[in-house]
């Protein structure tokens, strides 16, 4: 049956935040904050699971290390957000409707879609069938059964981004007893300075990953990854972190999308084709001055809480402000042991500094551990989690759009 949900004041401005990621719970947060005692504004936060997945170390979950329980209603508690627990299987853009669980219908006035991206398992045949993700934390614990039952064989990691040299090196870390194969198109740390490369490359080395870069997987198969040009590679289990995609749902609404499925946004981070909508996170295709961002939780969060700012103005009648971001790192983990943070310029370029050994360690368990406490912040002092780097002069979109 289907359920048109009341969304309580008929007058009040109903926001839905769509995920509970990184940027989805700096939205939520940050708009309930600054409308609370205003009112005349709900917000709703829709997401799959009551515990937050700390995407962030999802490959320490998929080695079987226990992470903290991080409740997101409880969380919201006192923020006067709402949440729903569910899954969004379509939006109905025209109807400004969300429909979830296949069974539920909830309407909005202002959207912010904020479910996040995917590894692309759609890019070579039988990794959707054969290969692991970390897409989510049943994913991870199901690769960490895995690994936990072989007792011995080959792991191929495909990919050789952050994501794969962070997950490689803690599997060869957790698990000596298996072999580790690290394959990608560029070798891991492609990106960093050459000195931060090295130390990165003498880390894996020591952990006993064997990295084989300029390859290309053709395909998956049970037991093995056929390489462009034939070779195969026996595997016991596959770990695919190549690509990103993101759900489908925005392209079935009719939403401007780009080639990955990510909503195309304006300077304020509103869906170029329906400006009701704003998109934040990996879900959305932000241009900067020196390109469209890629995926990170650095600069998630700072679109979730963008977008509240800018649906907060609007609401008061106001224009919103162009959002303005620039990277400054990059802290890659190698294992639990060792790390190594490569500062960057707001391009994401590499700068020369960096941080190798038990400092890099510290400060990337800081970085990823600090999302939930500045939720907790923001929920009493909105303004705290407004301050990112804007990246100057890098920023800055010149181009007419
Ligand atoms: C192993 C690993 C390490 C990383 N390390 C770093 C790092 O050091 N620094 C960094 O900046 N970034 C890092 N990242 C990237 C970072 O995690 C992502 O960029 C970030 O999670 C994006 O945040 P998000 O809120 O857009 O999406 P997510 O955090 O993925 O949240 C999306 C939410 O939406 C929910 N959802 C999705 N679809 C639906 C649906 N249909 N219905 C209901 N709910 C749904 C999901 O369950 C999830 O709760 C790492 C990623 C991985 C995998």
Redesign the pocket.
């Known amino acids: 049956m289907n359920a048109r949900w009341e969304t309580g004041t008929a007058n009040a401005h109903h926001v839905v935040v769509?995920?509970?990621?990184?940027?989805?719970?700096?939205a939520a947060v940050q708009l309930a904050a600054r409308v609370k005692r205003r009112g005349g504004v709900r917000v709703t936060v829709?997401?799959?699971?009551e515990r937050?997945?700390e995407?962030?170390?999802?490959?320490m979950t998929a080695t079987g290390q226990r992470l903290a329980g991080l409740s997101v209603p409880e969380l919201l508690e006192g923020t006067g957000a709402r949440f729903v627990r569910?899954?969004?299987?379509a939006v109905d853009a025209d109807a400004r409707t969300v429909r979830?669980d296949d069974d539920r219908v909830l309407p909005y006035d202002t959207l912010v879609y904020?479910?996040?991206?995917a590894a692309d398992t759609s890019a070579v045949p039988g990794a959707e069938d054969h290969a692991y993700t970390?897409?989510?934390a049943q994913d991870a614990e199901l690769l960490a059964d895995r690994l936990a039952r072989l007792g011995g064989g080959t792991v191929v990691v495909a990919g050789s981004g952050?994501?794969g040299t962070?997950?490689a090196a803690e599997i060869a870390e957790r698990h000596p007893e298996l072999d580790v194969v690290l394959l990608g198109r560029t070798e891991p740390g492609a990106d960093m300075s050459p000195k931060a490369k090295a130390y990165l490359h003498a880390a894996l080395d020591r952990l006993g990953v064997r990295v084989r870069a300029g390859v290309e997987v053709a395909k998956v198969l049970p037991g093995a990854v056929e390489l462009a040009g034939g070779e195969t590679v026996a595997a016991d289990a596959v770990l695919w972190?190549s690509g990103t995609r993101t759900?489908p749902?925005a392209a079935a609404a009719g939403l401007a999308v780009d080639e990955r499925g990510r909503i195309v946004t304006d300077a304020a981070l509103r869906s170029v084709s329906h400006p009701e909508v704003y998109a934040?996170?990996?879900?959305?295709a932000v241009r900067q001055g020196y390109g469209v961002m890629h995926?990170?939780?650095?600069?998630?969060?700072p679109?979730?809480v963008h977008a509240a700012l800018s649906i907060d103005r609007v609401l008061r009648g106001k224009q919103p402000k162009p959002f303005r971001f620039g990277y400054y790192h990059?802290?890659?983990?190698l294992g639990r042991g060792d790390a190594v943070v490569q500062f960057t310029r707001p391009d994401g370029s590499p700068r020369r500094i960096r941080l190798t050994g038990r400092a890099a360690v510290r400060y990337?368990e800081t970085?990823?551990a600090s999302p939930w406490p500045t939720y907790g912040r923001m929920k009493k002092m909105p303004a705290s989690g407004a301050f990112w780097p804007r990246g100057g002069r890098f920023t800055r979109v010149r181009e007419a759009r």
């Open positions: 769509l995920g509970a990621g990184y940027a989805g719970m700096a829709v997401n799959a699971q937050f997945t995407r962030m170390r999802l490959h569910g899954w969004v299987t979830i904020g479910l996040g991206g970390l897409d989510g952050l994501t962070e997950s972190t759900s749902l934040i996170g990996d879900a959305a995926g990170t939780c650095q600069g998630g969060m679109t979730g990059t802290p890659v983990s990337k970085v990823t």
